[in-house]
């Protein structure tokens, strides 16, 4: 309770003011009272009237009033009792706001004299108000990065009372994060501050609500609060997170472009700009899986934007970053495992090593030819391969070892039946549906000198003119070899050499062995014979060989008398060697013919001697060839007398001995003279005593004085002994025409010549007398 003096009276009336509860003072004194705001209708202030001296009832008449200065009527007097009492609510604040001192200044006025009185009236303050912050709810963002200790000022409360009543404390709901400080400003009392002292998650507690409270000193106090809204800042301090660390995925390889791998979602706990997240490869993703895949960066879609073949890689790791927007961005990680999985999507791959072609047709069974390796790229089923050949061949397929055949020689081969063979090696794979390839091998039989050169023929026969010139071709053989190249080369030679020139009279029958050889290695042969029948030519004029018995014929010799005998031969053959004879002159004498080409000078008309005394004949023999070809010979016969001791031989008989075997063109025996002969051979059959049923044969030629006629037959004989062995010919039969009741003894029927025999008797024989046979020529032998 302040009193104020304005004059030097001030302590004696502050004294008296505090007994009387009322001032006097004529004049300029001054009354003082206090009075609680607020206080009701009818409050007692003061004894106004009695403290100014004034008497109560003058009052009236006196018209004793307030005049208060623009001021209402707060305060009123009651004029019976002189009191001032409160008339209506005074409330300090409103009179006086935030003044420490407040006071109703009251003009008293009376009249009759007038006097003016001043009244202080106090008003006293009472903690009638409370606290108060301007608004109910202060909002406050704070940043979530703020670190500890942090101040956040915060609006005070204000209390309109004044004093005590007016001195705030600050008090806060209690919390984790902030506490409070006060400041006490000089001027304006304390101002709140939040201080952080932990630090703030807005990620945790994104906003808080605390109570600020205000209390005055009064009694009794008074209270205010506001509502502290703190609004978390985001700050980005969250790394954006995939839900798993590692993302596995299956995918078949050949997947189309754009097919959704993974859809990638991140997550981030900060807000706004801070939870943006943009996806993409990792800096340690290879350039080979960025050209594989496609991240779309903002929603985290991966695909394939490229061909995915198993076979390249059958795995992928992708390592994503997702990265916030952040002012200091914040990234977070994952890996996709990419599994991809197979597709038969490659055909097997045949690859043929020919080693051994081409094969040689005398390869052994089992021969490796060719090396077949198959390979296929997917794997599993799809890249188990299964190989077959096709078509039937000598050749198989044989593994040795797992997706290694080998192509093996199988059965025998024979170039000569097939050369050349093509099969056809298919790999199948294991997939559905399963892929194949297929590879063609050629395999080439090579030749091996395994065919001799062959004829047509095994003998051939060819007819052959006589005297052909040297280098005149004859015939043509050839040979013909399976083989093939040199191995088929053949060339022909003859296995002896034959040298002479072809005579039908010297040799008949050529038997030529013909050799034929190839240019193998070794060599293989093939042989003929070519039979060459030589064909006559008349090329020999007939011979004429006249032998004479008589050197001269008695002039009374009989008719039919020899003279002499004539042969005719040809070398030719057939009508080449018929040869028929002619005389001239033709008397007395003719030409008998005693057999085929066997002829005698016949005496056919007498004689005399006397006229004719010797005759000149000329012998013609022409043969029927054409052109013909003849020969003659002269004949000339003496006519002699009479005679009539006949020529005698040295001895009766001679026998000579020959041997047997006798080389061709051995010399045997000659007889220059006339003499009877009688011949006895002891030539044999040389054939082979074991040939059974041939004995030994004693062919004989026995000349006997009782033959008249003796015939000569030429003729072909096929056997003579029952044993086998070549067919004998020419043999020369002696067939003598016995007289009956002649002593045969010695004679043979038939006398054989066996074809050993090389001694041909070629001859006249003729009987002169009886026990002798003249021989007139002499004895020849012919190879
Ligand atoms: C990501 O979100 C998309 C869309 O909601 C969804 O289809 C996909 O399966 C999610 N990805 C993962 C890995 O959960
Ligand atoms: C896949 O699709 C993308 C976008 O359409 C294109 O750029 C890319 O060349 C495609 N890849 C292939 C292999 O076709
Ligand atoms: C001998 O030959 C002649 C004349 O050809 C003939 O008349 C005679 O009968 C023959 N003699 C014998 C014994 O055959
Ligand atoms: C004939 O005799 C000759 C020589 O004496 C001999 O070489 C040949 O083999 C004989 N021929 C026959 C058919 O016996």
């Known amino acids: 309770m302040l009193c104020t003096s304005q004059g030097n009276q001030g302590n004696r009336n502050l004294l008296l003011l505090f007994v009387t509860l009322a001032a006097w003072e004529t004049g300029s004194g001054q009354v003082h009272y206090s009075v609680s705001e607020e206080a009701k209708h009818g409050t007692f202030v003061g004894r106004i009237a009695q403290d100014l001296g004034l008497e109560l009832a003058e009052l009236v008449p006196r018209l004793f009033r307030i005049a208060s200065k623009g001021r209402g009527d707060f305060l009123e007097v009651n004029l019976q009792n002189g009191i001032l009492f409160v008339n209506s609510r005074i409330d300090r604040e409103e009179l006086c706001g935030r003044r420490a001192e407040c006071s109703i200044h009251l003009e008293v006025i009376v009249d009759r004299p007038l006097q003016v009185f001043h009244v202080e009236v106090e008003v006293k303050d009472i903690n009638d108000n409370r606290p108060v912050f301007s608004t109910s709810e202060q909002k406050l963002s704070i940043l979530e990065s703020q670190p500890l200790d942090s101040r956040f000022p915060l609006e005070g409360a204000s209390d309109a009372d004044i004093g005590e009543n007016a001195i705030l404390t600050y008090g806060l709901s209690s919390n984790e994060f902030f506490t409070l400080d006060i400041i006490n400003k000089k001027d304006k009392g304390k101002l709140p501050v939040l201080v952080l002292s932990k630090l703030l998650d807005r990620e945790e507690n994104p906003q808080l609500r605390l109570l600020l409270t205000a209390t005055d000193e ?54 706004g700009i801070n939870k943006e997240v943009i996806y993409s490869f990792s800096s340690l993703v290879p350039s080979t899986i960025r050209r594989k895949f496609l991240i779309n960066e903002r929603t985290g879609e991966v695909r394939i934007n490229d061909a995915i073949d198993f076979e390249d890689s059958n795995t992928y790791e992708i390592h994503v970053d997702v990265t916030d927007k952040g002012n200091l961005p914040m990234v977070g990680h994952c890996t996709i495992l990419v599994e991809i999985l197979d597709e038969n999507d490659n055909s097997p791959v045949v690859v043929v090593t020919s080693l051994a072609l081409p094969v040689r047709e005398d ?39 797992k997706n290694y055949y080998s192509l093996v020689l199988d059965s025998v081969l024979d170039r000569e039946s097939m050369a050349n063979y093509e099969v056809v090696v298919t790999a199948r794979d294991g997939g ?35 005297n052909n010139p040297p280098g005149c071709h004859i015939f043509t053989v050839s040979a013909r070899d399976a083989d093939a190249q040199e191995n088929a080369l053949v060339s022909y030679s003859l296995v002896e050499r034959v040298n002479g020139k072809i005579d039908f009279e010297e040799t008949k029958l050529w038997k030529l062995q013909i050799e034929a050889v190839d240019k193998g290695n070794p060599p293989m042969f093939g042989h003929c014979t070519v039979l060459i029948e030589v064909l006559d030519v008349n090329d020999n004029a007939p011979e004429l060989l006249v032998t004479s018995l008589l050197l001269s014929i008695p002039e009374d010799a009989p008719l039919g008398t020899v003279i002499t005998l004539i042969s005719v031969t040809d070398r030719d053959i057939g009508s080449n060697a018929q040869v028929t004879c002619s005389l001239t002159p033709r008397v007395p004498f003719k030409l008998v013919s005693t057999f085929k080409n066997y002829y005698s000078l016949v005496l056919d008309s007498s004689l005399d001697r006397e006229k004719v005394s010797e005759y000149a004949l000329a012998l013609i023999a022409k043969d029927g060839g054409s052109p013909s070809l003849s020969t003659s010979a002269s004949v000339s016969v003496e006519v002699a007398d009479v005679n009539d001791n006949a020529p005698t031989f040295a001895q009766p008989e001679y026998t000579v001995f020959v041997k047997e075997n006798n080389p061709p063109g051995c010399h045997i025996f000659t007889v220059l003279l006339v003499l009877t002969l009688l011949l006895y051979t002891a030539l044999r059959c040389s054939a082979p005593p074991s040939e059974g049923a041939c004995g030994p044969v004693k062919p004989r030629l026995v000349c006997s004085s009782a033959v008249e006629n003796w015939s000569f037959s030429r003729e072909r004989r096929q056997r003579v002994c029952s044993g086998e062995g070549p067919p004998k010919t020419d043999l020369m039969v002696f067939s003598p025409s016995v007289p009956p009741g002649l002593n045969s003894g010695d004679i043979g029927d038939q006398q054989e010549f066996c074809e050993n025999v090389s001694t041909v008797i070629l001859g006249c024989i003729m009987p002169i007398n009886v026990n002798h046979i003249v021989v007139h020529q002499q004895i020849k032998s012919i190879a």
């Open 218 to 271: 009064g009694k009794p106090e008074l209270t205010g609060s506001v509502t502290l809204l703190i609004l978390v800042l985001d700050a980005n301090d969250n790394a954006p997170v995939f839900d798993q660390t590692v993302y596995e995925v299956k995918m078949y390889e050949n997947s189309a472009n754009q097919t959704l791998v993974i859809w990638l979602n991140a997550s981030d706990a900060d807000e």
């Open 432 to 466: 559905l549906p399963s892929l194949s390839a297929t590879a063609s091998v050629s395999v080439e039989v090579a030749d091996v000198n395994d065919n001799a050169p062959a004829f047509a023929q095994h003998e051939y026969t060819v007819f052959v003119k006589e």
């Open 363 to 401: 390869a052994q069974v089992g021969t490796v030819i060719s090396l077949i390796s198959v390979s296929d790229r997917d794997s599993g089923a799809n890249g188990q391969v299964t190989c077959s050949l096709t078509p039937e061949s000598p050749f198989k397929l044989v593994s040795t070892f």
